[in-house]
């Protein structure tokens, strides 16, 4: 079965905290691709990065990074030093050999000033 | 370049009425989707198109029809609308298949009553 879970439904911190969303998916498929996406409380759904399956490098942009994990079927999202304006559903997402995309149920991030 | 469009942004049907949600991308995507998302949940594939012409049905096709007559417009058609169908719509585009980003449209609320 190909699915993504995404476990934290809401997360809730405090300005400037670092904070880790987890993921964690399921396919039987060699060549996929993962994906995250933010939508903030305006609602439109806006692309952060995406990640094919031979790729396991780290990748980090400002303070945004993500961890890919084959072993673990996991690919993680860090915001460093998190800023108001990072509060938004974040959405973790497996693209399979057939295109669609299927998602995770959303993580909710709260950033309080 | 507007990306992907979508009209109306809000839509309050009665049980029973038709409509037709617009999709336009002018990336000249070969590639394009229909999403609904429900609350607290992610998304899920309804139809989606490989090319003018060219359609297939996705996770959560009932309710609904599409038509794909040129490579820009994407329209989504409910007939007798369902209380069910009451959800946020989002449209997306992408060039290709597997390693393509899909770009989403602002999504249309929509409101069975």
């Known amino acids: 079965a190909q699915k993504v879970t995404q476990a934290q439904t809401e997360i809730s911190v405090v300005e400037k905290e670092d904070v880790t969303l987890d993921c964690v998916y399921e396919?039987?498929?060699?060549?996929?691709?993962l994906f995250w996406y933010k939508q903030p409380p305006s609602g439109e759904l806006v692309f952060l990065i995406r990640r094919n399956s031979f790729d396991e490098q780290n990748e980090i942009s400002g303070r945004y990074s993500w961890n890919f994990q084959k072993s673990t079927s996991s690919f993680n999202f860090t915001i460093t030093a998190s800023q108001v304006v990072d509060s938004a559903v974040y959405f973790c997402a497996l693209r399979r050999s057939q295109g669609n995309l299927i998602f995770g149920k959303g993580t909710k991030l709260s950033v309080k000033p | 370049n507007a990306g992907v469009t979508q009209t109306p942004k809000f839509r309050i049907l009665k049980i029973g009425q038709s409509m037709t949600l617009q999709c336009t991308q002018d990336?000249?995507?070969?590639?394009m989707y229909w999403y609904r998302q429900d609350p607290g949940m992610g998304l899920k594939l309804i139809y989606y198109s490989v090319g003018a012409g060219i359609t297939d049905k996705g996770e959560v096709p009932n309710g609904y029809n599409v038509s794909r007559s040129t490579t820009e417009d994407f329209p989504l058609r409910l007939e007798l609308a369902a209380p069910s169908q009451t959800s946020v719509y989002f449209c997306?585009?992408?060039?290709?298949?597997?390693?393509?980003?899909?770009?989403f449209g602002p999504g249309t609320r929509l409101t069975v009553l």
């Open positions: 997306a585009s992408s060039y290709g298949q597997l390693q393509d980003t899909q770009y």
């Open positions: 990336m000249n995507h070969n590639y």
């Open positions: 396919t039987r498929d060699t060549t996929y691709y």
